[in-house]
């Protein structure tokens, strides 16, 4: 059974940092690719950033580029994010996400694409 579980959410000020980490299980060796996205109230789910499982390459959505970094651990189960210099609009509801298969590294960005979430994680950034 394939589960993803999310951790390190929470308040913290604007200007600060936190890093959410998810850790997947099941059929791991089939993991194409992890993700982030978020939902804040009343809005749609969005993109934040994604990670090839294989080649690592990664991608982010324009909002938080140059502030969070996705990375993963070399055992392959643990996807990271890491997010600097939060903004009261960084405030939502994180969900990790994966995507189970893949041509030529290319990275997914769109949440129809991704075929397991975790439960999500809320982190508040106060102004």
């Known amino acids: 059974q394939v589960q993803l579980e999310e951790s390190g959410g929470g308040l913290v000020q604007a200007g600060g940092s936190l890093r959410l980490s998810c850790v997947a299980s099941?059929?791991?060796?089939?993991?194409?690719?992890l993700g982030w996205f978020r939902q804040a109230p009343g809005k749609e789910r969005e993109f934040v950033a994604t990670?090839?499982?294989?080649?690592?390459?990664?991608s982010y959505a324009d909002s938080v580029k140059g502030r969070f970094t996705i990375s993963r651990n070399n055992a392959g189960n643990t996807v990271y994010l890491q997010m600097n210099s939060l903004k009261p609009e960084d405030t939502a509801v994180y969900y990790c996400?994966?995507?189970?298969?893949?041509?030529?590294?290319?990275?997914?960005?769109?949440?129809?694409?991704?075929?397991?979430w975790g439960q999500g994680i809320q982190v508040t950034v106060s102004s």
């Open positions: 996400a994966r995507r189970n298969s893949g041509r030529f590294s290319i990275l997914y960005t769109g949440p129809d694409d991704y075929e397991d």
């Open positions: 099941g059929r791991t060796y089939s993991i194409y690719a």
């Open positions: 990670i090839n499982w294989g080649s690592r390459r990664t």
